[in-house]
């Protein structure tokens, strides 16, 4: 971005700044020093679009907001998160590769993630992947099987992979809050540019015709390791407090480091936008009802 002065010291032009054609470009963008609080935080994200209303555990008691959620190392009483708590458990599932909220019917778009504190360097940092260049280098043999596919999302999935034994079992309150949702594996993202559209929340592949693949979990693991490779990759450091990390959900993919005995308070708080393009709510419900059938 250029600034030009429109006079010796008052007054200046910025020409052509269009954020979200920023955005639509680069996938992630960071900010540094932002001075936001929750409320402009929250203020902000919503010039972007509807933002997710997040549910009872998603930590609005400490942060004051429902439309934040709590992705921190810190309880409510501002103490560390214990090593083995159900929450310990859950974060582990943030550093496996992953798009937020793909387990939602109605997906999201953006992410917009700001730190109020930061643990020591090298820690807490979050990487990224360009699910757009990973399938212009897919090969194009491959690419027309995959446009037919459609892919089922569930949160617990990803939850039951990062911490197999604590998540067993479901509470009846994470049961039927997060039911699966579909979505197409392969996606126009807001260029009009095809995408991978994937994470760690998938749990199964459906065929064109709505036949549940029996190789689901390696096709995808094989698709995320394709676009998880260094060179679609890179690691953002948070650095400070103020730090915000905005990122296109539709054309990316993202993990955190996990948490370790010896980090510090990370204090990361992130709104979310609800999508409202084409592709916002999937799949068709009656094409949901046929795969549920089979």
């Known amino acids: 971005m250029s600034c030009n002065c429109l006079s010796s010291y008052f007054g200046s032009l910025i020409p052509g700044f269009q954020l979200i054609r920023i955005q639509d470009k680069y996938a992630v963008i960071i900010f540094r020093d ?9 203020a902000f994200s919503a010039q972007l679009g509807s933002l997710e209303k997040n549910p009872a555990w998603g930590g609005s008691e400490r942060v004051g907001t429902p439309y934040l959620f709590d992705v921190s190392n810190i309880e409510s009483d501002g103490s560390l998160v214990k090593k083995d708590t159900r929450r310990w458990h ?23 993630l700001l730190a109020h504190a930061v643990p020591g360097a090298g820690q807490g940092n979050t990487e990224f992947a360009d699910t757009r260049q990973a399938w212009r280098e897919y090969p194009e ?73 029996a190789d ?30 905005w990122w296109d959900n539709r054309q990316s993919m993202h993990r ?15 709104s979310t936008v609800i999508d409202d393009g084409p592709l916002a709510f999937g799949i068709s419900k009656s094409y949901i009802e046929k795969l549920q059938v089979k």
């Open 256 to 270: 955190a480091s996990p948490y370790t005995d010896n980090m510090g308070p990370r204090d990361v708080r992130r």
């Open 34 to 42: 932002t001075g936001l609080d929750n409320e402009r935080h929250v």
């Open 90 to 112: 859950h974060a582990l599932g943030n550093a496996l590769w992953h798009t937020d909220s793909s387990f939602n019917q109605h997906r999201s778009k953006y992410s917009l």
């Open 141 to 213: 043999a491959e690419k027309e099987k995959l446009r037919g596919y459609t892919v089922e999302h569930e949160l617990w999935h990803s939850r039951k992979l990062a911490s197999p034994d604590e998540y067993e079992e479901l509470t009846p309150e994470e049961r039927d809050v997060k039911p699966p949702a579909y979505h197409k594996l392969v996606q126009a993202g807001p260029s009009g540019e095809e995408t991978f559209f994937l994470a760690a929340h998938a749990k199964a592949l459906f065929d064109a015709e709505g036949n549940r693949l």
């Open 216 to 245: 689901s979990q390696k096709i995808i693991w094989d698709l995320i390791a394709h676009c998880t490779q260094s060179k679609y990759t890179f690691t953002a450091e948070w650095k400070s407090a103020g730090t915000l990390m």
